[in-house]
């Protein structure tokens, strides 16, 4: 088994643990769960090398029936197919503009948001070009489980602006991407939602 098939078995170890304490009536139950609930924080820091502490602040207790989070990531092309990137400052890599879906928002409104937020461009949502689950493709670990939401917009301005939690934003050329973000972005994700905007093909992608 390899480590990111260990890490998903111990995702799978700790959601179970969360439904059983979020379910079970009687004590006894819930101290099997919550002793389960330890052993998987442990397996997660081992597995992705976080903090225990730190794990156990990310997981709030379970309110309800634990389910994916939604990365959602928008494609802007320049008149010379140039894509646009954002440089993180969490890591100083790049990657397509986004982040996490907002309660309260669509996943339209979030990217049309994230874009005015990070890069200063209003744009428009046109088509939804894929959904990847973060398990098929070689992001490096992580203890969430993920689905990641690409968009491809069409900006309505154009004076680039960097955001206050961004470093940088610049377009670059397909052939030329700089270090990516690759708990965000893979070059491969990158280079199939492009083909499909060059080639018109809006039928999403989804694993």
Known sequence: MTNIELLEEVKRLKTIADIGLLYSKNN??????????????KLLS?????????????FP???DYPTAK?????LVLSPEKKVLLVKESIDGKWSLPGGWADIGCSPKETVVK???EETGLEVTAKALLAVFDKRFHDH???PFYVYKMVFYCEPTSFELTKGF?????????IHNLPELSEDRILKTQIELVYQKVLSSDFQAYFD
């Not at 006894?28 to 924080?41: G, N, P, V």
């Not at 081992?46 to 990310?58: P, R, W």
């Not at 939604?70 to 928008?74: A, K, S």
């Not at 939690?165 to 050329?173: I, K, T």
């Open 28 to 41: 006894y139950d819930k101290e099997r769960y919550t002793e389960l609930q330890e052993i998987s924080f």
């Open 46 to 58: 081992h597995t992705t090398g976080n903090d225990i502490e730190a794990l156990k602040f990310s």
């Open 61 to 63: 207790a379970a309110a």
């Open 70 to 74: 939604v990365d959602i990531r928008g």
């Open 114 to 116: 994230e874009f005015k």
């Open 140 to 142: 490096p670990p992580q």
């Open 165 to 173: 939690d961004v470093l940088d934003v610049q377009y670059f050329a």
